[in-house]
């Protein structure tokens, strides 16, 4: 196993991998690919994200917050850096999204769309 080389091949391998996943985690995996940076990022890539011999690519979770609060990816804008702190929660089910009921999921989205100005 080794870290993805291009962000081609990490973003193609990352995709394979969040098909089959678990909602939360699939989700993370979009917001970084829709995203763009962090694929691209080599010390993203070299730090947390693993590769099989067929392709298929892997956030290490654990990995990528030891990372980020290592202060590895500081050279990143704040809004990059907002982004990646997101997708790591989101991957490793912090605010454990995946239990959450109907009322409280749209209770989620609603505040959180509200906070970003687009529920007014």
Request: one cysteine or more; aromatic letters at 8%.
């Given at each position: 196993?080794s870290a ?9 391998g990352?995709?394979?991998?969040a098909?089959?996943?678990s909602p939360h985690v699939a ?20 730090a ?10 892997w ?9 980020f ?39 989620i989205t609603?505040?959180v ?8």
């Amino acid at each position: 196993m080794s870290a993805p080389t291009s962000t081609t091949s990490a973003v193609i391998g990352l995709r394979r991998w969040a098909r089959g996943h678990s909602p939360h985690v699939a989700a993370a995996v979009g917001l970084l690919i829709v995203h763009g940076t962090w694929p691209a990022r080599p010390e993203f890539r070299e730090a947390c994200v693993e590769r099989d011999r067929d392709g298929t690519c892997w956030i290490d979770w654990t990995a990528a917050r030891t990372a980020f609060d290592a202060g590895e990816f500081a050279k990143a804008s704040t809004s990059e850096i907002a982004v990646l702190d997101l997708a790591i929660t989101l991957g490793q089910d912090r605010f454990r999204f995946s239990r959450m009921g109907p009322a409280n999921a749209r209770a989620i989205t609603d505040t959180v769309a509200y906070a970003l100005g687009i529920l007014r």
